[in-house]
């Protein structure tokens, strides 16, 4: 199961910025953003072993200040994730050594959906004039977020 559904997407591609997908792209936007989500968690695992801890916090997680705004970006645009969308999605990957802290936990969607507003973002920046997402469009945003994420 993805992260997030096709019609959530679809509507959060919209807002963030005004593209469009279609349904053939959607798991490839969706395996990168899943990808992405794990690039952070695995980065807090590893801080969290730095601090002497064996949980997970929020503050573990490498999220800088442009993150942090598309997070408040994100929930200003009035979509949901669902957090057990999140969670289920979670127990397919390889388990992390360390549990993630009950805030954090909570705070998985919201950072999920920042993620995919960057990711549009991205796209909207590549190609200003360009309304539908294309499979180019779609790697070469990936290789900038594998730069900056």
């Known amino acids: 199961m993805a992260i997030i ?13 005004s593209l469009d997908i279609d349904k053939g792209h959607a798991k490839e936007i969706t395996d990168i953003i899943e990808k992405k989500l794990v690039d952070l968690l695995i ?20 999220i800088t200040k442009g993150l942090q705004e598309t997070i408040i970006a ?45 990711m549009a973002r991205i796209m909207k920046e590549i190609d200003e ?5 294309n499979h180019e469009l779609i790697e070469r945003s990936a290789r900038i977020m594998d730069l900056t994420l």
Do not use: C, H, M, S
């Not at 559904?5 to 807002?15: D, P, S, V, W």
């Not at 980065?43 to 490498?62: F, T, V």
């Open 5 to 17: 559904g096709f019609t959530k997407l679809e509507a959060l591609f919209r807002k963030a910025a």
């Open 43 to 62: 980065a807090g695992e590893r801080n969290a072993n730095l601090n002497g801890r064996d949980i997970i916090w929020e503050g573990d997680l490498p």
């Open 74 to 118: 994100f929930k200003k645009l009035e979509e949901e994730i669902d957090l057990q969308d999140v969670l289920n999605y979670l127990t397919t990957i390889p388990p992390l050594k360390y549990p993630l802290d009950a805030e954090l936990e909570a705070k998985l969607p919201e950072i999920t959906g920042a993620i995919l507003v960057v």
């Open 129 to 133: 004039e360009k309304r539908r997402v």
